[in-house]
């Protein structure tokens, strides 16, 4: 799944008259980059949330033939559901096998295939993607890589689903998660709009929720115009691909 609903709001005025998803990188829309990162690692079935100028999004696809992959709309037109009610929403597409879902502003060169074979050998409800960076929200794992609780550093807020866990070290999340499609058993959330980061926590009490480290990969959050720029150097760079 691409999450490609956002408002892109850190991005504007490149996001007036366009979804954050379109907005080019090196001339290449951050969705196409997604998808075709996506395909170059074997993936066949993606389902994208649109929200924000969703139809030049459905438009897109149409005219590039959905890169020759079966692709999948799921609307938000009509209300934003956030993180986990846009998974809850987009649940008939992923039943039938362990899954990733990335957001289509980040930009990397993890290895997907290694990513998501680490996460089927786990057995883990979820695999995080998560790197060693200064940041305001950050996951707590244990000694053993475990999802133990979550920390705000400008509220001081500290979330913990497992207080026995040792040896806690936080960890920043990337935007990319790979899942197993029990996860849709723990998104039971009587509202529609909720994050998904409420119901890893809850399920990290009883489940396996792990991290997968990947400090030494390009990694970059195009969601401010700052970011752009760089991002472009970077795909034209080349080796990226």
Same mark, same amino acid.
């Given at each position: 799944m691409i &999450? %490609?609903?956002?408002l892109g709001t850190r991005l504007r005025p490149l996001t007036n008259d366009r979804p954050k998803a379109l907005v080019e990188v090196g001339g290449i829309p951050l969705l196409e980059i997604a998808i075709r990162r996506l395909k170059k690692y074997g993936c066949t079935g993606i389902i994208v949330n649109i929200h924000h100028f969703g139809e030049q999004i459905i438009d897109f696809l149409a005219q590039k033939e959905n890169f020759g992959l079966e692709i999948a709309i799921s609307d938000e037109r009509d209300l934003l559901l956030d993180t986990g009610g846009g998974l809850k929403k987009a649940a008939w597409f992923l039943q039938d096998a362990p899954f990733l879902v990335i957001n289509a502003d980040i930009l990397s060169n993890i290895d997907l295939q290694a990513f998501y074979q680490k996460h089927l050998a786990s057995e883990a409800l979820s695999t995080l993607a998560c790197r060693q960076r200064e940041s305001s929200r950050y996951f707590l794992f244990d000694e053993k890589g475990q999802l133990s609780g979550w920390r705000n550093e400008k509220s001081g807020e500290t979330r913990m689903a497992r207080p026995e866990?040792?040896?806690?070290?936080p960890w920043c999340f990337s935007g990319m998660h790979a899942l /197993?499609? %029990?996860i849709f058993t723990h998104l039971q959330s009587d509202q529609p709009? &909720?994050? #998904? #980061? /409420?119901?890893?926590l809850k399920a990290a009490e009883r489940e396996k929720i792990l991290l997968y480290p990947h400090n030494a /990969?390009?990694?970059l959050d195009v969601g401010k115009v700052a970011a752009v720029e760089l991002a472009g150097e970077v795909i034209a760079g080349g080796g990226f691909w």
């Open positions: &999450f %490609a609903a956002g866990a040792q040896g806690l070290e /197993d499609p %029990a709009v &909720f994050s #998904i #980061i /409420d119901t890893y /990969d390009i990694w």
